[in-house]
């Protein structure tokens, strides 16, 4: 049996809002700011700025979106997760679509 290591997530600014789309292998209970923190760093500008302002006006919200076993799996999950939601209508800002 495979263990998921890597978890898929969203931010948004609220329940109904979804801004980003990543994967990491921290706790997202447990190391939320590390999270933004990395985002916020690894990002373009507009990532990076939406983030900063989301963080500080205590607007962010982070979830689950699924689990992965493996680098590119979680690669090719968040992938897919961006283009279904922008099938939506969702503007999804990610450098990974």
Sequence with gaps: MTIAQ???FGIG???DDLHYIG???RSLDEEKAQIFSDVAES????IADWVKQAVD????DIFEIELAPS???ARDSA???CEYYR???INVVTGLC
């Design 71 to 73: 680098v590119e799996d």
């Design 87 to 89: 099938t939506l209508g």
């Design 13 to 15: 600014s609220d329940n």
């Design 6 to 8: 890597y978890r898929i």
């Design 79 to 81: 992938t897919f997760w």
């Design 23 to 25: 994967w990491t292998r």
């Design 43 to 46: 990002g373009s500008h507009d």
């Design 57 to 60: 006006g205590g607007k962010i």
